[in-house]
């Protein structure tokens, strides 16, 4: 791997670093006031059963992008030294 396929292989797992903590910081925000809003309406449970659900998909995406940064750094240390 030369240096350049080295250098945007460290940008990808930045860009997906920063997508992985912007999609957590949502989701935490959305699944708390998206709770506090259906038992302050008197909404169904059903909507927060929903959110719930919403939170564990993207919590599942998370892991697996989480996994995939992981799996691209051992690549890259693998691969040597700058």
Do not use: Y
């Not at 929903?50 to 998909?57: E, N, P, V, W």
């Not at 992981?70 to 700058?82: A, D, Y």
């Amino acid at each position: 791997m030369n240096r350049d396929e080295r250098q945007q292989a460290e940008r990808e797992m930045a860009r997906k670093g920063r997508l992985v903590a912007l999609v957590i910081a949502g989701t935490m925000l959305v699944w708390f006031v998206g709770t506090q809003t259906v038992m302050f309406m008197g909404w169904p449970a059903r909507f927060v059963s929903l959110l719930d659900m919403a939170a564990i998909a993207a919590f599942v995406w998370i892991f697996v992008v989480i996994w995939q940064i992981w799996r691209l750094r051992q690549q890259l240390n693998e691969n040597g030294p700058r």
